[in-house]
């Protein structure tokens, strides 16, 4: 699914294994602007001082398996917890998308028993085309894994099919599964320099609580996109089935 790119923007994304949720695109220097169908340039692409975060741009990936044992259990369950979120989590706004991405950060955090396996990926750019690039290109390879929208929310609004909502209110079974969560984000500054050897879980936290401060800090937020499966009640995933479909997962 490809889709078009505003230069700067915000994003709020839900995946599931079988679809995607991409909703919510403002012009980063204009909020007020929407900018889901207008493509924009820039002639000053180079950083040449430092910010609160440091030098340049990052682009930061970090990818999450978990156990699910009860995925309507309130207090555990990362999915109910997402779900939640997603049902409140203010995309029309800059600050709206930080508190969203730090606090997934969090809950991921609260749940690092569950955690059985993690990926990251941190790169930096002086070149701020560049970084933008690396950053859709991740995006790309990460929605390239689903095959359908099953939620959908942007600018406030819900726009997930009424259809799938009769259907997952019918699923009241209660399943244990596997989940995979995924926080793509590109931010100022050199700062938020995830671990990318991922030998234990205490890497797996020092890269989640980097995150969860720093797109907290001023406006160096520049997009961020939050990803996960199984979406719906319906669909459970197995360890073999993550393992397949994220290769690059190391254990922890």
């Given at each position: ?62 990818t999450v398996a978990l156990n699910v044992p009860n995925r309507d ?75 359908k929208e099953t939620v959908s929310k942007y600018d406030g609004v ?95």
């Amino acid at each position: 699914h490809l889709m078009d790119y505003s230069h700067i923007f915000l994003i709020f994304v839900l995946m599931s294994k079988s679809g995607y949720v991409r909703r919510h695109r403002r012009d980063y220097n204009d909020l007020g602007m929407d900018t889901s169908t207008t493509t924009t340039t820039t002639t000053t692409t180079a950083f040449s001082n430092a910010g609160v975060l440091g030098e340049g741009v990052s682009v930061v990936q970090m990818t999450v398996a978990l156990n699910v044992p009860n995925r309507d259990d309130e207090e555990n369950s990362i999915l109910y917890k997402l779900k939640e979120l997603s049902k409140t989590a203010r995309t029309d706004s800059r600050v709206g998308v930080q508190d969203l991405t730090s606090q997934v950060a969090l809950e991921l955090l609260r749940r690092k028993q569950y955690i059985v396996a993690s990926s990251s990926k941190y790169f930096h750019f002086y070149n701020e085309n560049k970084a933008e690039r690396e950053y859709n290109n991740l995006a790309i390879q990460e929605r390239g894994k689903f095959e359908k929208e099953t939620v959908s929310k942007y600018d406030g609004v819900d726009y997930t099919n009424q259809q799938q909502k009769l259907i997952e209110d019918g699923a009241l079974q209660t399943q244990a599964t596997m989940a995979v969560v995924t926080i793509l984000l590109t931010i100022e500054g050199d700062s938020t320099k995830v671990p990318t050897k991922l030998n234990s879980i205490s890497d797996v936290e020092e890269g989640l609580r980097l995150i969860a401060s720093d797109v907290k800090v001023g406006s160096c937020l520049r997009g961020a996109e939050i990803l996960w499966t199984p979406e719906e009640r319906t669909e459970t995933l197995s360890r073999r089935d993550v393992f397949a479909d994220y290769p690059e997962l190391r254990i922890v």
